[in-house]
């Protein structure tokens, strides 16, 4: 079974137009595919509409009750389900997704060391991705969009890193019998040597380069966790692994592919 | 095919503790079951947060589009997901779904003519109901719920009542060879002769008892179109129809049964 997970990015869903072509792009992945949306901008603004501070260490959401309820609402709410609207809307027959549903993404509690996360959930075991769910609806046709809520199996629900459950879904999946490709789309044509050349990107990037650019600080940000989730997926089972724009997903060109 | 639907009020849904009870007594629920819920109330809890003024008429919201924003979190993201992370907790495997997901359900903005009530959606036609597609999460043992938010199929969301998208996905699963019942639950015994007196329920209710007591003002507000939806659907092929608290959903005793 042929898969083709595609993780979109804040960047792509806060924009009307770029939202609607990503989805299109998506539209036209040929076989089994899966989407996995965050959507963080558009929770800093709700979070603001409802005056609620928003509170953030090292680039990291800190998720107190309060701060959940708008992330659910956000995540699992407006943006999941006009993504769904939109693809029914082009013909593609989708499903969306919370981490509860179907018991299909569980997660565990941050543990509370220096920094107490709040309501944040890590996937840890194997059996934490239901594959036979996921397998169960790909094979009727209907494509999961996942948004980046999770459970605990407890009747709490947890604000998960949606690039790690991009990358832990192509795991589980590549280690169920499947051949997946991961592909991370943004608004950048992929890993740029100079973040300020849009042009800089990288055809290829291994885990030593990445390591060295990453020491320089060439790469920073929330592109540090994302090649981090990119290559975990490579290392443990999922085929391809590549960051681009969005209109590359079918394209192996103008991007940048991860390598060992 | 056995199946009874269940649609929780508004009451039940902003009261933490009665909810949990509501979903532990929905679990009990032997064989195959489907859960509705709105949750009008919490509504206008988030538009005061967000400073949204509530637009009412004759009861029924107008929903523009900050509201159909904030009715889309609501119903959608916080209420259903945090009803399904519930179930999965009580071992009763489940679904949240807006009409888009799966194209469960469509619906028709309602038209424009003394009133504009904005981005409401009414289900019209036999095929709005997607049977085919809740049947084949049934036999997978996937307990569907259902909020009140519809589709249109051209990538719009619509506000819907959750009384007609029960009433509707019974008559539809009756007219697909299911043996149906259709449950309201809510925080009262049952249809009142007295709203002052709620031990003062009804056994029993006929078409026209509920037109005598509708004339009379002793049914009023949300209660007329509650049982209205009722008497559709038993119209319509629904094997039974009855309103109560949740806790007699399994019991035939202690609440309104709905009769021609």
Same mark, same amino acid.
């Given at each position: ?58 680039? &990291? &959401? ?14 699992? @709410? ?30 565990? +509690? &941050? ?41 605990? @199996? ?40 100079? +973040? ?65």
């Amino acid at each position: 079974m042929k898969i083709n997970v595609v993780k979109i990015g804040g960047g792509l869903i806060n924009d009307k137009k770029l939202l609607n072509a990503s989805l299109k792009f998506f539209c036209m992945i040929n076989g089994y595919k899966i989407l996995v949306h965050g959507g963080g901008k558009k929770v800093d603004y709700i979070l603001n509409m409802m005056n609620i501070p928003k509170k953030m260490i090292k680039g &990291r &959401r800190i998720t107190d009750k309060k701060t959940l309820n708008v992330v659910i609402m956000t995540y699992a @709410g407006i943006i999941n389900k006009n993504i769904i609207s939109l693809l029914q809307h082009n013909n593609c027959n989708s499903i969306g997704l919370c981490g509860a549903d179907g018991n299909c993404v569980k997660s565990h +509690i &941050r543990k509370k060391n220096t920094i107490d996360y709040g309501y944040v959930g890590d996937i840890k075991k194997k059996n934490d991705i239901n594959t036979s769910f996921i397998k169960f609806l790909l094979k009727k046709n209907i494509t999961p969009v996942l948004c980046s809520i999770t459970h605990d @199996g407890m009747g709490n629900l947890l604000n998960t890193n949606a690039d790690s459950i991009a990358s832990n879904i192509s795991i589980s999946l590549s280690n169920d019998n499947c051949d997946v490709d991961l592909n991370f789309c943004f608004d950048k044509k992929g890993v740029l040597k100079n +973040i300020k050349d849009p042009e800089s990107y990288l055809s290829k990037i291994n885990f030593s380069l990445f390591q060295k650019m990453k020491k320089n600080n060439v790469i920073f940000n929330g592109m540090i966790p994302k090649l981090e989730n990119g290559f975990f997926a490579l290392k443990n089972g999922t085929s391809k692994v590549s960051i681009g724009l969005p209109d590359k997903i079918i394209d192996s060109s103008e991007k940048t592919i991860l390598c060992m």
